[in-house]
């Protein structure tokens, strides 16, 4: 049963790199793509980017700007960076991996989540 | 940019209620619409994809359709365990969300 699991740095300084990884068990990268999505506290979900396993990269335009995302077969793991962040960047963040089917992708398997707080 | 909007933005209902809830897109997305539960403090949890096709594991009383700009999830005869909010999600353009519709007492 393939599992993901998120860490990193639960409290960030404005201005400062937010850096989160997320382990894959159980399995390995095999043909997906996998992602990061975030939500605010009380909001909704945001699609941050996403990573294929040969390294290729998609982002959202809304933090494309801002944000890095790596992966490690070696390891089996994938990391986000956010450069620059501010209290607008605090938020429960996500690892996930994208299920493609013929009409697009979803998000079929998710880490736990873990709070990211920007705050001096 | 896709906006996708979901309609209401919360509802009361009682167990073994049928509950709908809808989601537009902006422009057409065909089928690219896929829906998720959360419970607090958990993550989402994969409902049904391509509008209408349930994630294996789904209770059968949830059902997806649509097409277009105009979606819909339907949870029939409501459990104890369906309260929970529910997010749409369309993959047509740069993946984007709905912006919840929770189910509360």
């Known amino acids: 049963q393939v599992r993901l699991q998120e860490s990193g740095s639960g409290l960030v300084k404005p201005s400062e790199t937010l850096s989160l990884t997320c382990t894959i068990s159980?399995?390995?990268?095999?043909?997906?793509?996998w992602g990061w999505l975030r939500q605010p506290p009380g909001k909704g979900l945001e699609w941050l980017g996403d990573?294929?396993?040969?390294?290729?990269?998609n982002y959202n335009p809304s933090v494309k700007s801002r944000v890095t995302i790596s992966i490690d077969t070696s390891k089996n793991q994938f990391s986000l960076k956010m450069r620059s962040v501010t209290a607008a960047d605090t938020a429960v963040y996500y690892c996930?991996?994208?299920?493609?089917?013929?009409?697009?992708?979803?998000?079929?398997?998710w880490g736990q989540g873990t709070l990211v707080t920007v705050s001096s | 940019d896709i906006q996708v909007t979901q309609s209401p933005s919360s509802l009361s209902v009682s167990v073994g209620d049928t509950v709908t809830i809808t989601c537009r897109a902006s422009q057409n997305i065909h089928t690219f619409l896929n829906w998720y539960q959360q419970k607090p403090g958990k993550a989402p949890k994969f409902l049904i994809y391509?509008?209408?096709t349930l994630q294996s594991g789904v209770p059968s009383r949830f059902s997806g359709s649509g097409s277009g700009t105009d979606f819909t999830l339907t949870i029939s005869s409501l459990q104890p365990e369906d309260f929970a909010t529910y997010y749409c999600q369309q993959s047509y353009g740069i993946l984007s969300f709905g912006g919840g519709t929770k189910v509360e007492i």
């Open positions: 391509a509008a209408s």
């Open positions: 996930v991996r994208e299920y493609s089917f013929s009409s697009g992708y979803a998000f079929d398997l």
């Open positions: 159980g399995g390995s990268f095999s043909n997906s793509y």
């Open positions: 990573i294929f396993y040969t390294g290729s990269t």
